[in-house]
């Protein structure tokens, strides 16, 4: 596998934070108040604020990335804490996201993933900067998939998904979303975040998936090896499915494959793995996984598999989506019939 492929499925399954500093934001931005300084607002009439794989396909994935920022420093040295999807060096590895999780996940389907001022890696080391500086994010995304939905959807059906931030951010396009939209919508696949019984119930289109191949429903998990590899920040989750043998007891699964998107895929031995969803922690715990690298900067610890979310499961998500997208549209097409 050449070097850039590798580049691209590394930070498509990784959550590869920049925390070294990078290049500052220019001047007269938007304070969030006194320390804190916005990038400038993204436009979605603007094309550079779109990752657009055209398949002229029937149905769509709009992808949510997860977290590929570090604080940064502004030009006065005072702390951005944003994305800036008008700077290259920040804008570079979102794109690999995207690339990667396109090339892996979206087979035939057309893929539409929108920049945004994605909070940094920091702002999850504590509940409070979470809550001050997630709406920037949401808020950029919903205005994203409301131009997604009036000038590039064209009514088609479309899976939903989202990793991590990405993840945490579908959840409210999720909660907001109207019943004919909702009707289209062929399936969610919220991946590494936490679903408390009390968002679950604020949400009416919220429906947890049961089988592989129900419709109108959301996927979500997390990984660990073991009960000393969960994190607080993904506990008190009630929804969660096993993405290898798409089951929601407590039936063990085998996947093979290999650990790593970091090393070319002739260079690593593949891991035979065992994946078992527990119902006391609704986490998957996986027996057999050998890889080193990949313990979570800042809030992750050893034994939990959050950078890993895509990458061991990227083939059963890949069919599945492929599965479910083709029971929407034969579904769709019989009842057009009657």
């Known amino acids: 596998?050449?070097?850039?492929?590798?580049?691209?499925?590394?930070?498509?399954?990784?959550?590869?934070?920049?925390?070294?500093?990078l290049p500052g934001c220019t001047t007269g931005r938007k304070a969030l108040h006194a320390a804190d300084f916005l990038p400038p607002t993204p436009h979605y009439d603007d094309a550079t604020q779109w990752y657009i794989t055209d398949r002229h396909a029937d149905a769509d994935i709009f992808y949510i990335t997860s977290t590929e920022t570090g604080d940064y420093p502004h030009a006065d040295g005072t702390p951005c804490h944003y994305a800036d999807t008008y700077i290259d060096s920040l804008r570079n590895p979102i794109l690999s996201e995207m690339e990667g999780v396109d090339r892996l996940l979206s087979g035939t389907l057309n893929f539409y993933s929108p920049y945004y001022r994605q909070c940094s890696m920091q702002t999850f080391t504590s509940d409070s900067t979470i809550a001050v500086r997630m709406p920037v994010a949401t808020n950029d995304i919903k205005k994203a998939f409301r131009h997604y939905l009036k000038h590039l959807n064209n009514q088609r059906p479309f899976i939903l998904a989202g990793y991590s931030q990405g993840a945490m951010i579908l959840l409210e396009l999720l909660k907001e979303m109207d019943k004919q939209t909702y009707s289209r919508m062929i399936?969610?696949?919220?991946?590494?975040?936490?679903?408390?019984?009390?968002?679950?119930?604020?949400?009416?289109?919220?429906?947890?998936?049961?089988?592989?191949?129900?419709?109108?429903?959301?996927i979500c998990?997390?990984?660990?090896?073991?009960?000393?590899?969960?994190?607080?920040?993904?506990?008190?989750?009630?929804?969660?499915?096993?993405?290898?043998?798409?089951?929601?007891?407590?039936?063990?699964?085998?996947?093979?494959?290999?650990?790593?998107?970091?090393?070319?895929?002739?260079?690593?031995?593949?891991?035979?793995?065992?994946?078992?969803l527990d119902r006391h922690t609704n986490y998957l715990f996986v027996e057999g996984f050998t890889d080193q690298d990949y313990v979570l900067p800042l809030i992750g610890k050893d034994g939990n598999l959050h950078t890993r979310e895509i990458w061991l499961y990227r083939q059963q998500l890949h069919d599945n989506i492929a599965l479910r997208t083709a029971r929407f549209l034969a579904t769709r097409k019989r009842t057009s019939r009657k």
């Open 221 to 276: 998990y997390n990984s660990a090896k073991n009960i000393a590899g969960t994190i607080p920040i993904f506990d008190n989750n009630t929804i969660a499915i096993n993405p290898v043998n798409w089951r929601t007891d407590s039936q063990e699964a085998t996947l093979i494959t290999e650990p790593s998107p970091a090393k070319p895929l002739d260079e690593q031995k593949k891991d035979t793995m065992t994946v078992k």
């Open 1 to 21: 596998m050449n070097t850039p492929c590798r580049r691209t499925m590394m930070a498509a399954c990784t959550i590869a934070v920049a925390i070294t500093l």
């Open 187 to 218: 399936a969610a696949y919220a991946v590494g975040v936490s679903i408390p019984k009390e968002v679950a119930n604020a949400i009416p289109h919220l429906i947890p998936a049961q089988t592989a191949d129900d419709l109108g429903v959301t």
